[in-house]
């Protein structure tokens, strides 16, 4: 089965200063202390990086497209799905012309795409010409020697999309962590 991608929104949002990391602890994971025993943590598990992503002011139809996409698509938490931080995607740094790039380094297009890239092999840009970015899921461009990879995250909603009603605000919350980069 193909892995969702988080749909389409139509409204003035999303507004990257929205986004707020957070740690989430590893669902599978139980707790401290079980029987009076205290229980060590699997060595291959971890911590995700995780999100919380609230917008205002959706018009119908992106919440309509919101609930039927956590409902019927990611079944309110159970499958894995596609996601941009849109905070990387129009927040990070450009990318600059003959300029040295470590690995895990992230930057954006001098044009931005939506997209945010991932700095996979490091070493140095081209000297003035800018590669033709990848907008698939994980495509990959050379640059230079430097290798970019497109950075969409593969999540799981870690609790159901919140709706609040404020005196002037419609509030939804997406929570999101981090299964694979």
């Not at 205002?56 to 990611?74: H, I, P, S």
């Not at 941009?84 to 129009?90: D, G, L, P, S, V």
Request: a neutral charge.
């Amino acid at each position: 089965m193909a892995v969702p991608v988080y749909p389409v929104l139509t409204s003035d949002d999303p507004n990257p200063a929205s986004w707020s990391p957070g740690i989430e602890e590893d669902p599978t994971l139980r707790s401290k202390k079980m029987s009076g025993l205290a229980t060590a943590r699997a060595r291959f598990t971890r911590v995700s990086r995780s999100w919380a992503y609230e917008y205002t002011m959706l018009c119908q139809a992106d919440k309509e497209a919101l609930e039927l996409f956590e409902r019927n698509q990611v079944n309110y938490g159970a499958v894995s799905f596609y996601w941009i931080n849109f905070q990387e995607a129009y927040g990070a740094d450009a990318r600059r012309a003959n300029t040295t790039y470590q690995a895990g380094q992230i930057v954006q297009p001098v044009s931005p795409n939506g997209r945010s890239y991932r700095c996979t092999t490091g070493g140095a840009t081209h000297m003035s010409a800018t590669p033709s970015w990848p907008t698939t899921v994980n495509g990959t461009v050379t640059d230079g020697t430097v290798v970019w990879t497109e950075n969409t995250y593969r999540v799981r909603f870690v609790a159901p999309i919140q709706f609040k009603i404020g005196l002037r605000i419609d509030l939804w919350v997406a929570n999101v962590a981090v299964i694979e980069v």
